[in-house]
T-cell receptor, first 111, second 112 residues
Framework: GQNIDQPTEMTATEGAIVQINCTYQTSGFNGLFWYQQHAGEAPTFLSY????GLEEKGRFSSFLSRSKGYSYLLLKELQMKDSASYLC????????????FGTGTRLLVSP | DTEVTQTPKHLVMGMTNKKSLKCEQHMGHRAMYWYKQKAKKPPELMFVYSYEKLSINESVPSRFSPECPNSSLLNLHLHALQPEDSALYLC???????????FGSGTQLSVL
């Protein structure tokens, strides 16, 4: 099975940098995803890591260490619209895209 | 077209009603999913269809019955639901081995 943990809530200030951590234990690993979800809306894809290292995409970066079962999402130059839940999801090595989501982190960006 | 469309957006039903949730995508994705999401919780996988065949059923009660009539459509038939089944039901689709899923905006279901 899978066990995926994230901090429940984080707060940060507009313009700052925030790092959201995710630790996982899984019986089979085939990629880690980060999704953003605003209240009442669908999750939207942010990033994907399958190899160790840092993936950068504009203001968002994601890091993966498979040996440590650890990932983080780094958000730079925070904006008010970044207030949302951030979901870490692990894809199990089943041959199908079975995504299991972590507990999610609610980020509140204040002025 | 990069959208997954779900209808209805909101649904209120009694415990004796029968209703259906619908999901449609035209991206050529052959994997389609139903997730259930309670308030302030992450989405939980319910069903996975691959090439119109049920591949994964995460021990979902039989009062939820999925159906995949063709490669673009996914339905979730509801019967004799309980109040605790009230949640946001999300449909998603993806290529078999692609790196991301596309989610619909969901159906907010309330069971009275």
């Amino acid at each position: 099975g899978q066990n995926i943990d994230q901090p429940t809530e984080m707060t940060a200030t507009e313009g700052a940098i925030v790092q959201i951590n995710c630790t996982y234990q899984t019986s089979g690993f085939n990629g880690l995803f980060w999704y953003q979800q605003h209240a009442g809306e669908a999750p939207t894809f942010l990033s994907y890591n399958v190899l160790d290292g840092l993936e950068e995409k504009g203001r968002f970066s994601s890091f993966l260490s498979r040996s440590k079962g650890y990932s983080y999402l780094l958000l730079k130059e925070l904006q008010m619209k970044d207030s949302a839940s951030y979901l870490c999801a692990v894809r199990a090595n089943t041959g199908f895209q079975k995504l299991v989501f972590g507990t999610g982190t609610r980020l509140l960006v204040s002025p | 077209d990069t959208e997954v469309t779900q209808t209805p957006k909101h649904l209120v039903m009694g415990m004796t009603n029968k209703k259906s949730l619908k999901c449609e995508q035209h991206m050529g994705h052959r994997a389609m999913y139903w997730y259930k999401q309670k308030a302030k919780k992450p989405p939980e996988l319910m069903f996975v269809y691959s090439y119109e065949k049920l591949s994964i059923n995460e021990s979902v009660p039989s009062r939820f019955s999925p159906e995949c009539p063709n490669s673009s459509l996914l339905n979730l038939h509801l019967h004799a639901l309980q109040p605790e089944d009230s949640a946001l039901y999300l449909c998603a689709s993806g290529r078999q081995n692609n790196e991301k899923l596309f989610f619909g905006s969901g159906t907010q279901l309330s069971v009275l």
